[in-house]
T-cell receptor
Framework: DTAVSQTPKYLVTQMGNDKSIKCEQNLGHDTMYWYKQDSKKFLKIMFSYNNKELIINETVPNRFSPKSPDKAHLNLHINSLELGDSAVYFC???????????????FGPGTRLTVL | GENVEQHPSTLSVQEGDSAVIKCTYSDSASNYFPWYKQELGKGPQLIIDIRSNVGEKKDQRIAVTLNKTAKHFSLHITETQPEDSAVYFCAASRGTKLTFGTGTRLTIIP
């Protein structure tokens, strides 16, 4: 069984289009994340949700909007795509940390977005 | 915010030799330090982690050391094997936000 799944795996689109990436986890975790990995492999957090509530929102253009319909799903919608949005986007999930601690994050396989 | 530096960016070692990757962090309040391995075309996968109340942790051929005073931590892989070839990331966190290092591409030479 896949723990964290993302669809689609590849996404090729034109500048200016709107696209969505879906993420689902079957681990029973409360916390989910979106990361962006650029061409140099640099991995940076974009958003984090805990039990459907936004808890981390890094400096990301407001063209990016996460949506969490339930705690097992965290989707990423991107409006007016730009060339610089080309990257691999990873979804991840974890149990919430206790007393300020942190738990292992489980990553999905990634979605490679190419904007032409 | 937290800043994590990772060195080297690339590392090639002969099969059977040891590999060491080093990271430094800036936020003295960070208390969790995981290491992730990313194989080609896959998402990062946790291989070992250490919390700030521990100085060293070992799991078979992999070990991590943490020096809180100097704010640096290291990954040690002994008896390297071809399947160890991958990109390795260190990270540091306080709370739920992980800040990743820039990655090390490790190549094991048969």
């Amino acid at each position: 069984d896949t723990a964290v799944s993302q669809t689609p795996k590849y996404l090729v689109t034109q500048m200016g289009n709107d696209k969505s990436i879906k993420c689902e986890q079957n681990l029973g975790h409360d916390t989910m994340y979106w990361y962006k990995q650029d061409s140099k492999k640099f991995l940076k957090i974009m958003f984090s949700y805990n039990n459907k509530e936004l808890i981390i929102n890094e400096t990301v253009p407001n063209r990016f909007s996460p949506k969490s319909p339930d705690k097992a799903h965290l989707n990423l919608h991107i409006n007016s795509l730009e060339l610089g949005d080309s990257a691999v986007y990873f979804c991840a999930s974890s149990l919430p940390g206790l007393a300020g601690g942190h738990n292992e994050q489980f990553f999905g396989p990634g979605t490679r977005l190419t904007v032409l | 915010g937290e800043n994590v530096e990772q060195h080297p960016s690339t590392l090639s070692v002969q099969e059977g030799d040891s590999a060491v990757i080093k990271c430094t962090y800036s936020d003295s309040a960070s208390n969790y330090f995981p290491w992730y391995k990313q194989e080609l075309g896959k998402g990062p996968q946790l291989i070992i982690d250490i919390r700030s109340n521990v100085g060293e942790k070992k799991d078979q051929r992999i070990a991590v050391t943490l020096n809180k005073t100097a704010k640096h931590f290291s990954l040690h892989i002994t008896e390297t094997q071809p399947e160890d070839s991958a990109v390795y990331f260190c990270a540091a966190s306080r709370g739920t936000k992980l800040t990743f290092g820039t990655g090390t591409r490790l190549t094991i030479i048969p």
